[in-house]
Nanobody
């Protein structure tokens, strides 16, 4: 069974860059057919997909966040990373990493990590 665990700072300042790491166990991030997403949920709002990185390493982004987001991976550590720049308080949210296959974006989820953007 695949397990995912997010890690990163809980509090960041406006204009800074957020860096979150998702560590995957029980399965390889290079396994065929799977892709690995970052998703967030601002307080009182629904889920928002940020982007994903596929088994080959190719990444795809939500157009609304594409200019500020970047996904990468470290296959030796079985981790993938989100960087989100030019933060504002509107980026405050619980951030999740998830495993997807085909049209199912989240067949496995991390527990989520709270990120607050505040000076």
């Amino acid at each position: 069974q695949v397990q995912l665990q997010e890690s990163g700072p809980g509090l960041v300042k406006p204009s800074q860059t957020l860096s979150l790491v998702c560590t995957v166990s029980g399965g390889s991030i290079t396994a065929d057919y799977y892709y690995w997403s970052w998703i967030r949920q601002p307080p009182g709002k629904g889920l928002e997909w940020i982007g994903y990185i596929g088994a080959s390493g190719t990444s795809y982004y939500n157009p609304s966040l594409k200019n500020r987001s970047s996904l990468s991976r470290d296959t030796s550590k079985n981790q993938f990373t989100l960087q989100l720049s030019s933060l504002t308080p509107e980026d405050t949210a619980v951030y999740y990493c998830a495993q997807g296959v085909m049209a199912a974006v989240g067949i496995s989820w991390g527990q989520g990590t709270q990120v607050t953007v505040s000076s």
